[in-house]
């Protein structure tokens, strides 16, 4: 399949993507935690979890829209430019 090749390029930036964001939101909500009497620890399984959810959304986008760009008439994106 086509899509397979889009998707495994747009994976690789979704993992640096996702490898920033989890270290930048659990660095963040430590500090935000330490403000309150109650402690509790972030868990790593809750950022690794909306990892894979995002990662789920964004390869079934790409393949949708791989689809759509697959199945359209090139001559009507040709008489649109």
Known sequence: MNSSLFVSEIMK???AAAIVGDLAAYYVSGLWLEQFSEKVTVSLW?????DLIVALIVAVTVVINSLQITRANPVLSLKSE
């Open 13 to 15: 930036w979704v993992l």
């Open 46 to 50: 809750y950022l690794l979890a909306a």
